[in-house]
C-alpha cells in the first residue's frame, strides 16, 4: 500500500502539465531534467525554485533527497533533514502529499 501511493506520489509530483509548463517553464525544465534521467540537475532546479517559494518544487525536490541513491543511484544522495525542510515548506502551503511524506518519515525515525 505504501510503495502504491509513493508511486503515486512520484508519478503526480513529476507530471508535466502544458498549463504549468506555460506558467512556470523553470518548473517544467526541472520536470524534463527528472524525465531525461538528469536527477542531479533536476535536483538543483528544484531546489533553486523551492527557495523562490514554490511548494510543488519544495516538494519534489523533498520526495528525491527521501529517496536518494534508492532511486536515483549516485545522482542524489539521500538527506532526511534537507528533505523535512522542503516537505515542511511544500506542506505549509497546504501539499497533502508533502503531510504524508513527513509522517512516513516520522514513521520511519
Do not use: W
Not at 3 to 30: G, Q, S
Not at 32 to 39: E, K, L, S, T, V
Request: charged residues 25%; proline residues 2%.
Amino acid at each position: 500500500m505504501i510503495r502504491a501511493r509513493l508511486a503515486a506520489l512520484a508519478v503526480a509530483c513529476f507530471a508535466t502539465h502544458a498549463a504549468v509548463a506555460e506558467a512556470l517553464p523553470a518548473l517544467a525544465d526541472a520536470q524534463q531534467a527528472y524525465h531525461q534521467g538528469q536527477y542531479r540537475r533536476s535536483l538543483a532546479l528544484f531546489e533553486r525554485l523551492a527557495a523562490a517559494r514554490d511548494a510543488e518544487a519544495a516538494e519534489c525536490a523533498g520526495f528525491m533527497l527521501l529517496a536518494g541513491e534508492t532511486m536515483y543511484g549516485l545522482q542524489v544522495r539521500r538527506d532526511t533533514e534537507r528533505a523535512k525542510r522542503y516537505l515542511l515548506q511544500a506542506a505549509g502551503s497546504g501539499r497533502p502529499a508533502a503531510e504524508f511524506l513527513l509522517n512516513m518519515i516520522e514513521r520511519t525515525d
